[in-house]
């Protein structure tokens, strides 16, 4: 699918690497992808990493394992800003040439002396430059110049966003903005319009917090003779109560939500519900949403984030994966999460098949991969099992007797299977009388530490005889 023009779509994805990749950027790179691979387009990633103090290597690698792990992949290599500064000042050259922009001599004195005069009108600070129309030659000695952009000072700049409709900008509100600093380096807001021009971007999906830019970038791009791509400015990603999504709300990097045990899949479907919708639906695949998205269908109010719904859609897929899907992605995790080592060393030496066996039960009851090992955490226990207080109310004096008889019965049990073992306790408890629950409270009890845990004879397959049988005699008289 073409855009208006006929040109193949071409969206891009542009984080500074001064951090993680925030999760209202994951959900801006998750928009930028569904709409290049709803139109058969493309979808660029380029690294802006111009503020060489606050650009880390480490934040490069950051964001692009977060793109990975959330599933998203981009076309190409990714491209630093920084690497192309050469291309920023011929381009600055070329407007200079053209008089499209100036060498502005202002000194930080004259810039301080313009922001106090500004305040004490209280007014905002537009800065009209006097050396616009001064001749260079009265420039002062030894004084590098700034470049900036000799831009419209009467009419408008209008934007014709495809979420937040037609904005308006006064000219005379927006001043000469600097271009190429006294160093030569160029600032965000012309790196960011060459680049993408150099790049074919024909689709600009970004935060709303860019409309301002959006502004003064349009303003580069009629400087140079350029045509400006489709703008779409997205709604910000807010927490339960209406504010921007903060720390204080809790989990900020997509990093935090793979340790917290949150599936990719689960976060994509989640996190395209946040401004866009398909009529009612809630759950959908990503090929779905693939298939469904149009930007246009990005409303403009801001997502709030739901911690507790997006627990319960994670559990949904949770149940809802192939066991060797879910195993794979368990192993996965365990890396990011604090006793991750020391399950996987253990599972290592003793073998992955008791968790495989457990996991249809375990699933069930997990909202989170987290969750789920924690539920599994009786299959990697040292004997004798620490008991919650819970079940050691479980485990009276009468309940370890019945378990000192059951031992002998399910010693004979083979093979060593859930539905062997079912019907082996339910012979006891017609023998003996008592109820199943009765029997089936205390096993638990005694095989996890826990009162709540899968179903007690799924837990006794997946122990196996020798441990099950081991950890019952810890218990029983």
């Not at 150099?198 to 502004?215: E, F, P, S, Y």
């Not at 990005?298 to 949904?316: C, E, I, M, Q, T």
């Not at 019907?423 to 095989?447: H, M, N, S, W, Y």
């Amino acid at each position: 699918m073409a855009n208006a023009a006929g040109a193949k779509v071409v969206t891009r994805f542009a984080p500074s690497p001064t951090g993680f990749l925030h999760i209202g950027g994951g959900r801006t790179a998750l928009f930028n992808w569904l709409y290049a691979r709803n139109t058969g387009g493309k979808m660029l990633l380029r690294i802006e990493d111009t503020d060489r103090e606050r650009s880390k290597p480490e934040h490069v690698t950051a964001i692009i394992d977060g793109l990975r792990w959330l599933g998203l992949d981009w076309d190409g290599e990714p491209i630093s800003q920084f690497s192309r500064v050469a291309r920023h000042q011929e381009v600055a050259r070329d407007l200079l040439a053209t008089g499209g922009a100036y060498n502005c001599y202002l000194t930080a004195e004259d810039l301080a002396a313009m922001r106090a005069k500004a305040e004490a009108e209280k007014r905002p600070l537009t800065i009209v430059s006097p050396w616009r129309d001064r001749d260079a030659a009265q420039a002062p000695p030894g004084v590098k110049p700034a470049v900036r952009l000799r831009t419209a000072r009467t009419g408008e700049t209008v934007i014709d966003d495809q979420v937040q409709g037609r904005v308006v900008f006064r000219n005379e509100d927006l001043d000469d903005m600097i271009i190429l600093r006294s160093d030569g380096a160029p600032t965000y807001n012309f790196a960011v319009v060459v680049d993408d021009h150099d790049m074919g971007v024909t689709h600009i999906i970004r935060g709303v917090d860019h409309l301002t830019n959006a502004a003064r970038q349009i303003q580069v791009y009629n400087a140079c003779g350029w045509s400006v791509p489709a703008l779409a400015h997205i709604p910000l990603v807010h927490g339960p109560d209406g504010a921007k999504l903060s720390k204080r709300h809790g989990a900020q990097g997509v990093e935090e939500y793979r340790a917290m045990g949150y599936l990719p899949a689960a976060l994509r479907n989640y996190l395209a519900r946040l401004g866009w919708s398909h009529g009612d639906d809630e759950i959908f695949s990503t090929e779905q949403a693939v298939s469904w998205f149009d930007i246009k269908d990005v409303g403009r109010s801001p997502g709030r984030f739901d911690f507790a719904k997006l627990a319960d859609l994670n559990g949904h897929y949770i149940r809802a994966m192939p066991d060797d899907e879910l195993m794979g992605h368990i192993k996965a995790l365990l890396p990011f999460i604090p006793n991750g080592p020391a399950i996987k060393a253990q599972l290592d030496a003793t073998g992955w098949t008791p968790l495989a066996i457990a996991l249809p039960g375990l699933k069930e009851r997990a909202k989170t991969l987290v969750e789920l090992l924690d539920n599994a955490a009786f299959l990697f226990a040292a004997r004798p099992l620490a008991l919650d207080d819970k079940a050691a109310k479980v485990l009276d004096a009468d309940a370890r007797v019945q378990l000192g008889l059951l031992i002998p019965n399910l010693e004979k049990v083979k093979p060593f299977e859930a539905a062997a073992l079912e019907a082996e306790v339910r012979r006891f408890t017609d023998a003996t009388g008592a109820k199943l629950g009765k029997i089936a409270q205390p096993l638990r009890a005694a095989l996890t530490g826990r009162a709540v845990s899968p179903p007690v004879f799924d837990v006794m397959h997946a122990l196996g005889a020798e441990e099950t049988l081991a950890r019952l005699r810890d218990q029983a008289q």
